[in-house]
């Protein structure tokens, strides 16, 4: 790498870090808020809670690391421009490549970091984060189950324990239940556990009675048991399968599934759609990166217009992205949606390469010069519009006056 790359590449590598760095705490900071109620309401340890939000950071990272990427591509290449550094490199008979080459090295490093996310760290956070789940449901259900306390998990039903054991024992248990506006029932027993049956979480009172009062006091019915279970999975929230979530499997089991699975068995569709997730992902760096060089990587002084170039790579690198989710989420049922999902960025790539390295000069062709002349009608219609109706004194605050104490805008 030339002299002239490693300066691009160090430019682009720090805004790239700083840029990715920015977006996941902001991520992290939306999921933080989120699951808060760990601590405030669930009684959660701090570590608990920062395992939680962190665990789930591979997945946005995966995502958010091609969007840096394109963002710090047209950040780096606006500032060469804007210092008139592209003009001299392109003045001294440096080739387009020393140019786009430290662009693509990211890429491909990036690229790298979004296969191993992708296929290794994904599945197994995904894995350990359900599993804390989890722990965590039957936790909250130990806390509505505290010694001395009444505690109120829904209206209408109430729970008391007189005093909990070192073996997990519950001794002189109390529920009311009242739940059922037609009638009441109070569960009384000497001592009972929580014990769990695959995914549900179970009450079982040993040795005592419940009570059952309706509106008709001459009907009101006393049962004496040995053992009751009682149903605590209706408080567990954000209840998850007893299978193996598409999200958590190797990328060796979504390659070949066990048709024997009974998850696959019943939805064949979301493995698929998981697999082709993982692998397109992959593909983005390249095309964002190269949209970005072909529409703002081309040596232009301050008299010309940058900001349609920058515009263009926005709109078109957004339209891709989101393709590339919505064909995402079809491509488990649709042949045309798996296609579609990697031909739109493979072609973005090849033909903003085409462009990048003067193959295809967009001003050249009659559909593009005419698009980017309609463009700049409509903005100069815009302005001119604005100048019209918004009021002077407006505008006057808004724009800093001249040296000669006029409004900037004549």
Same mark, same amino acid.
């Given at each position: 790498?030339?002299?002239?790359?490693?300066?691009?590449?160090?430019?682009?590598?720090?805004?790239?870090?700083?840029?990715?760095?920015?977006?996941?705490?902001?991520?992290?900071?939306?999921?933080?808020?989120?699951?808060?109620?760990?601590?405030?309401?669930?009684?959660?340890?701090?570590?608990?809670?920062?395992?939680?939000?962190?665990?789930?950071?591979?997945?946005?990272?995966?995502?958010?690391?091609?969007?840096?990427?394109?963002?710090?591509?047209?950040?780096?290449?606006?500032?060469?421009?804007?210092?008139?550094?592209?003009?001299?490199?392109?003045?001294?008979?440096?080739?387009?490549?020393?140019?786009?080459?430290?662009?693509?090295?990211?890429?491909?490093?990036?690229?790298?970091?979004?296969?191993?996310?992708?296929?290794?760290?994904?599945?197994?956070?995904?894995?350990?984060?359900?599993?804390?789940?989890?722990?965590?449901?039957?936790?909250?259900?130990?806390?509505?189950?505290?010694?001395?306390?009444?505690?109120?998990?829904?209206?209408?039903?109430?729970?008391?324990?007189?005093?909990?054991?070192? #073996?997990?024992?519950?001794?002189?248990?109390?529920?009311? #239940?009242?739940?059922? %506006?037609?009638?009441?029932?109070?569960?009384?027993?000497?001592?009972?556990?929580?014990?769990? #049956?695959?995914?549900?979480?179970?009450?079982?009172?040993?040795?005592?009675?419940?009570?059952?009062?309706?509106?008709?006091?001459?009907?009101?019915?006393?049962?004496?048991?040995?053992?009751?279970?009682? #149903?605590?999975?209706?408080?567990?929230?954000?209840?998850?399968?007893?299978?193996?979530?598409?999200?958590?499997?190797?990328?060796?089991?979504?390659?070949?599934?066990?048709?024997?699975?009974?998850?696959?068995?019943?939805?064949?569709?979301?493995?698929?759609?998981?697999?082709?997730?993982?692998?397109?992902?992959?593909?983005?760096?390249?095309?964002?990166?190269?949209?970005?060089?072909?529409?703002?990587?081309?040596?232009?002084?301050?008299?010309?217009?940058?900001?349609?170039?920058?515009?263009?790579?926005?709109?078109?690198?957004?339209?891709?992205?989101?393709?590339?989710?919505?064909?995402?989420?079809?491509?488990?049922?649709?042949?045309?949606?798996?296609?579609?999902?990697?031909?739109?960025?493979?072609?973005?790539?090849?033909?903003?390469?085409?462009?990048?390295?003067?193959?295809?000069?967009?001003?050249?062709?009659?559909?593009?010069?005419?698009?980017?002349?309609?463009?700049?009608?409509?903005?100069?219609?815009?302005?001119?519009?604005?100048?019209?109706?918004?009021?002077?004194?407006?505008?006057?605050?808004?724009? %800093?006056?001249?040296?000669?104490?006029?409004?900037?805008?004549?």
């Amino acid at each position: 790498m030339s002299l002239i790359s490693r300066y691009i590449f160090k430019q682009t590598l720090f805004s790239f870090l700083v840029i990715l760095g920015s977006l996941t705490v902001l991520v992290w900071l939306t999921q933080a808020l989120k699951e808060f109620d760990l601590v405030t309401t669930k009684g959660q340890a701090l570590g608990i809670f920062l395992m939680v939000t962190m665990l789930v950071l591979p997945k946005f990272i995966s995502i958010l690391a091609p969007i840096s990427l394109f963002i710090s591509t047209i950040f780096v290449l606006n500032k060469l421009n804007a210092d008139n550094e592209l003009v001299v490199i392109n003045a001294a008979g440096a080739s387009r490549w020393r140019t786009i080459s430290p662009f693509l090295t990211l890429a491909i490093l990036v690229g790298i970091g979004v296969i191993v996310i992708n296929m290794v760290f994904m599945p197994r956070t995904n894995g350990i984060l359900r599993g804390l789940v989890s722990e965590i449901r039957t936790d909250v259900l130990n806390l509505m189950l505290r010694e001395g306390r009444f505690s109120t998990p829904q209206p209408g039903l109430t729970f008391h324990v007189r005093e909990r054991t070192r #073996d997990g024992a519950l001794l002189g248990l109390l529920v009311d #239940d009242e739940r059922d %506006p037609d009638k009441r029932t109070t569960y009384f027993a000497e001592q009972g556990r929580l014990i769990r #049956d695959g995914e549900k979480n179970y009450l079982r009172m040993e040795n005592g009675s419940y009570q059952i009062v309706s509106d008709d006091i001459s009907k009101t019915q006393m049962v004496t048991f040995s053992q009751y279970a009682f #149903d605590l999975s209706q408080f567990e929230q954000n209840s998850t399968s007893i299978y193996t979530q598409p999200e958590e499997r190797s990328m060796g089991f979504l390659f070949n599934p066990d048709a024997e699975d009974p998850f696959y068995k019943a939805q064949p569709g979301m493995f698929r759609s998981e697999l082709h997730n993982r692998l397109y992902g992959t593909i983005y760096p390249f095309a964002l990166v190269m949209i970005a060089i072909a529409t703002v990587g081309f040596a232009r002084t301050t008299r010309q217009n940058r900001g349609l170039g920058i515009v263009a790579a926005i709109v078109i690198a957004f339209a891709a992205r989101i393709s590339g989710f919505a064909f995402g989420k079809m491509s488990g049922y649709s042949d045309i949606a798996v296609f579609l999902l990697y031909a739109i960025p493979i072609g973005l790539f090849v033909g903003s390469a085409l462009v990048a390295f003067g193959v295809i000069r967009p001003g050249q062709m009659p559909i593009f010069a005419r698009a980017a002349q309609k463009f700049g009608e409509i903005t100069l219609s815009v302005g001119n519009w604005f100048r019209k109706f918004v009021p002077r004194a407006i505008t006057a605050r808004m724009l %800093p006056a001249s040296s000669h104490g006029e409004a900037g805008w004549q």
